[in-house]
């Protein structure tokens, strides 16, 4: 694939006046840019005459979205070279593949002989041949749909529509796209105008390449279920020596917990079919991470999958939801599919681009105070609630002020113990009423030592605890995550404990250990997460973790982040657990869970923070450096 032509690492900028926002030049003929904030999306205008995109027999000119770029980074693969009728990159819809056995043909097509017309929903009447359905064959055109659009500055409206019919199958097809800062929504309406009922597949190609690099190592897409494959995908064995996660693969992929890992570059990778199980009764969606650039995507769909589609080359990773959708006639159907980007250190409440949530963008959002969409005066930059209300309004005021003069989007934390104090048997908390309570320290205050930065506070292994109760209770499955500095004294030979955050033993508890491998080590209930680079070597070492549920309100071992020195961490060993239920009122330092599994901490900890929200990596590293003299 060398001579194909990834588009994303030499763009051409401009800068949009008064924004400070990167805003992309079109990148292929007949596109237009729809953008709010540091978000543009390209889209095919099938209206245009010299677009290549709406000549195709296979898929659909509508609401054709070519590229995705969110503060200055690329989502999407997008070709501008080579098969520009029948190949796209971007996200290119279809309806009724018929590649598999059990996906459904075209409507009308398996009902006739050879010459007979069949609908292809979203490109219009064709003619079939004496030959099975084949989504890459030319059929001949009986009636190509008219297909129109309607352009504002942050989205589009897509009509479709059939003179005639294929024996009794015709349809009306629209669709709004719409941009909102950081995500961008697809809403559809399918009507049946024809005679005779039909049951439709829907999927879209999700063409994934993040900021033009390939895919693997380092690539993974987590769903929110124990999901099953075909082919299996088989799960991760840790090898006998201690080796990095992707350096360690037999195999392209492997499973790890509810994810699919990427280990190494990806050529020739046979399509993966994943299935939820059937009582499954969460949101319809999955997440792509790349490490290597720190971009995330999730995709989301309003009605359940029947499977997803893991098409995957060196070039792009495509995870595709297919939709199965029955009308009868004169009924109509409607769905919808929302992609969410994440960029490191992107803040979707910076109004202004400019990496600053302040009195700049309180009064952008001002200015466009209760205005929708359509009016003159729309900012669609303002409305950065999650709200699905497109109005400028209290929501938006609110999601503004959360983040307000916070560097970078980094909150404050919720607690943050500081160790400094050189003396007594309290270290106290400096946001506010959560103090720490020293159990079993020496009284001459030896425990009192210089740190990585002021003081810190140094643990016998024997029995030297700190107790601090009645923490904050943050709501189930909710983002939360802890950093802190370590320095063991000798290098370990059992799981020494850091802390413990939650109830007594016997309840489902974070637990932050240094193993009997010198590895990070973070446990709950029965799930665990192993990093693979060793912190137990007597060094001064930052330690974070991090819990960033792929699904709102549930949260798996497999949501969680690790870092070490400021360096997000490969899992090297992973058993998944749900941690929605997981209790955190009350945090003990040093002191193990099961004192039969592991021992007293025996070293130095510094600088404990408790945070309310996932740290992105943009985060650690501020926090890390700012500790560096």
């Known amino acids: 694939m060398a001579s194909i032509l990834v588009v994303a690492a030499s763009l051409p900028w401009v800068w949009a006046i008064g924004t400070f926002a990167a805003e992309p030049l079109p990148a292929h003929v007949g596109t237009r840019l729809l953008q709010s904030g540091s978000l543009v999306i390209e889209v095919g205008d099938p209206e245009a005459a010299d677009c290549r995109w709406n000549k195709g027999l296979r898929f659909s000119p509508v609401a054709n979205v070519l590229r995705a770029q969110l503060h200055g980074q690329e989502f999407l693969y997008s070709p501008v070279a080579g098969g520009a009728l029948t190949y796209l990159g971007g996200l290119p819809m279809e309806f009724d593949i018929g590649q598999e056995a059990f996906q459904p043909d075209p409507p009308g097509y398996n009902e006739g002989a050879n010459g007979d017309p069949f609908l292809k929903i979203g490109v219009g009447i064709l003619r079939r041949n004496a030959s099975a359905y084949s989504f890459s064959a030319s059929y001949p055109v009986v009636e190509l749909a008219r297909t129109t659009a309607a352009w504002q500055k942050d989205r589009a409206h897509f009509v479709q529509t059939l ?317 939360r995550a802890l950093t802190a500095w370590i320095k063991l004294s000798e290098k370990p030979t059992a799981n020494r404990a850091v802390l413990t955050w939650g109830e007594p033993a016997g309840s489902p508890s974070w637990r932050l250990e240094v193993d009997a491998n010198r590895r990070l080590r973070f446990s709950c209930g029965a799930g665990y997460a192993v990093a693979s680079r060793v912190v137990g070597d007597t060094e001064w070492h930052h330690v974070t973790v991090a819990i960033d549920p792929v699904v709102p309100g549930t949260s798996h071992t497999s949501d969680i982040r690790l870092y070490i020195d400021a360096r997000p961490q490969t899992v090297y060993e992973m058993k998944e657990q749900d941690l929605t239920a997981c209790l955190t009122e009350s945090l003990q330092i040093g002191v193990p869970y099961d004192p039969a599994a592991s021992q007293p901490f025996y070293g130095m900890i510094d600088d404990l923070r408790l945070y309310d929200t996932a740290l992105c990596p943009a985060h650690v590293r501020r926090i890390h450096d700012a500790a560096i003299p």
């Open 163 to 479: 003179a005639g019919d294929a024996r009794g199958y015709s349809c009306h097809l629209e669709e709004d796209v719409i941009v909102k800062n950081d995500r961008l929504i697809l809403n559809y309406l399918l009507r049946n105008t024809g005679t005779k009922p039909f049951t439709t597949e829907q999927y879209l190609h999700d063409f994934l390449s993040f900021s033009g690099r390939g895919v693997g190592p380092n690539v993974r897409l987590s769903f929110p279920y124990d999901f099953t494959t075909n082919p299996v995908v088989l799960p991760w064995q840790p090898s006998g020596r201690v080796r990095d996660i992707g350096m360690a693969a037999a195999t392209v992929y492997t499973r790890i917990a509810n994810s699919i890992e990427f280990m190494d570059k990806a050529t020739g990778v046979p399509k993966i079919w994943v299935y939820r199980p059937q009582d499954y009764a969460g949101p319809e969606l999955c997440a792509v991470d790349f490490a290597d650039t720190q971009q995330r995507m999730t995709i989301e769909t309003s009605i359940p999958a029947v499977y997803t589609g893991i098409w995957t080359t060196d070039y792009q990773v495509s995870p595709e939801q297919f939709l199965l959708i029955s009308v009868a006639p004169g009924a109509e159907a409607r769905w919808t599919r929302t992609y969410t980007f994440y960029v490191d250190g992107f803040v979707p409440q910076d109004v202004t681009g400019d990496n600053a949530v302040d009195a700049n963008d309180l009064a952008r959002l001002s200015s466009t105070w209760l205005r929708r969409p359509g009016d003159q005066t729309w900012e669609p930059a303002g409305d950065v609630s999650a709200a699905k209300d497109d109005r400028i309004d209290l929501q938006d005021l609110a999601a503004l002020a959360r983040q307000w003069r916070q560097a970078g989007g980094l909150a404050s934390p919720i607690a943050h113990w500081k160790f400094d104090e050189t003396a007594g048997a309290m270290a106290f908390d400096e946001r506010g009423p959560y103090p720490a309570v020293l159990r079993n320290f020496p009284a001459d205050g030896s425990q009192w030592v210089a740190g990585i930065s002021g003081g810190a506070l140094r643990f016998d292994g024997i029995d030297d605890a700190v107790e601090i109760g009645d923490l904050p209770t943050l709501a189930p499955g909710t983002p």
